[in-house]
């Protein structure tokens, strides 16, 4: 059935009030519309496992589509036993809950990067200029299908999954230096070098000043034009509002005491509701 509007939500780091007076704002009706998510559903908002178990309701209805970001990929590695709970995370009441494995198993079946149509593609960090979108839309599947593979396969990578190196891509890569760097590209991502390596420690706004020889991912050229609009969320000190050409960011800071942000595909229009969540 076509749908009358498609939405990409920005990071929603567990902020279900936000979420649901962003609905309100859109009048976000399941009957026609459908709602694409940038990934981080959970973390350190005042709800995420209202948020998981509302998101994963909408995607069962085929409703709404997530790609996974980097504080999901840690809730999926805390759950299994090989990460810690961050202190500021509070998603201590999903791996409690006594729905856990059945919320989990569903998050670890969803993809790191989505085609909501012909003209644009979604993942939670961007599209680095290394890789044409088909390119970066196979390497994707890499990962999906060894986190929705057997249990052994999915500890095997979370286990391997944190670490900044190798910091770049390369075509001979194997095994899991392979899936960690196109996990760090898709998940992590804010700036790269003319090469495609790719720097970790950079956080900040467009006019903060950046290392030298480092640009956002967004600002080099691809070896063939890209056709397609990147939408992603993460980067949260770009406010889900900077103008760039093809790129098109959607985290508003919302858990930070921001916006969260509705991008309406057909139109361009941008939403946002004021967070009410904080930290508190
Ligand atoms: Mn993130």
């Known amino acids: 059935m076509p749908r009358r509007y498609n939405y990409v939500i920005g990071d929603l780091q567990g902020c279900y009030a936000a979420l649901q007076a962003l609905l309100e704002r859109i009048q976000f009706d399941e009957k026609?519309?459908?709602?694409?998510?940038?990934?981080?559903?959970?973390?350190?908002?005042?709800?995420?496992?209202?948020?998981?178990?509302?998101v994963k309701s909408l995607c069962e209805k085929d409703v709404a589509y997530t790609v996974l970001g980097n504080h999901d990929l840690n809730l999926l590695a805390v759950w299994r036993g090989l990460s810690k709970l961050k202190k500021n995370d509070r998603t201590a009441p999903i791996l409690d809950a006594p729905d856990a494995a059945?919320?989990?198993?569903w998050l670890r079946k969803q993809p790191l990067l989505l085609r909501p149509n012909p003209d644009h593609v979604l993942t939670h960090a961007g599209l680095p200029h290394c890789?044409?979108?088909?390119?970066?839309?196979?390497?994707?599947?890499?990962?999906?299908?060894?986190?929705?593979g057997t249990f052994l396969e999915l500890d095997r990578f979370l286990e391997n999954m944190y670490g900044?190196?190798?910091?770049?891509?390369?075509?001979?890569?194997?095994?899991?230096d392979r899936l960690r760097v196109i996990t760090n590209y898709l998940t992590r991502m804010?700036?790269?070098?003319?090469?495609?390596?790719?720097?970790?420690?950079?956080?900040?706004?467009?006019?903060?000043?950046?290392?030298?020889?480092?640009?956002?991912?967004?600002?080099?050229?691809?070896?063939?034009?890209?056709?397609?609009?990147?939408?992603?969320?993460?980067?949260?000190?770009?406010e889900g509002v900077a103008q760039m050409p093809n790129a098109i960011p959607l985290?508003?800071?919302?858990?930070?005491?921001?916006?969260?942000?509705?991008?309406?595909l057909e139109d361009g229009q941008r939403f946002t509701v004021q967070s009410g969540c904080g930290l508190g």
């Open 32 to 54: 026609h519309d459908c709602l694409w998510f940038a990934g981080d559903l959970v973390a350190r908002g005042e709800d995420s496992l209202a948020t998981l178990r509302f």
């Open 102 to 105: 059945v919320l989990l198993n």
């Open 131 to 148: 890789w044409t979108t088909e390119e970066a839309e196979s390497l994707a599947f890499e990962v999906a299908a060894t986190l929705r």
């Open 251 to 264: 985290d508003g800071g919302c858990v930070w005491g921001g916006h969260l942000v509705a991008y309406r």
């Open 190 to 238: 804010r700036l790269v070098d003319a090469r495609g390596r790719l720097e970790f420690a950079f956080k900040d706004g467009l006019a903060a000043p950046m290392p030298e020889g480092f640009a956002p991912w967004f600002d080099w050229k691809t070896r063939i034009a890209r056709t397609e609009k990147v939408l992603f969320g993460h980067w949260a000190a770009l």
């Open 164 to 176: 900044n190196d190798p910091d770049g891509w390369s075509d001979d890569l194997k095994g899991m």
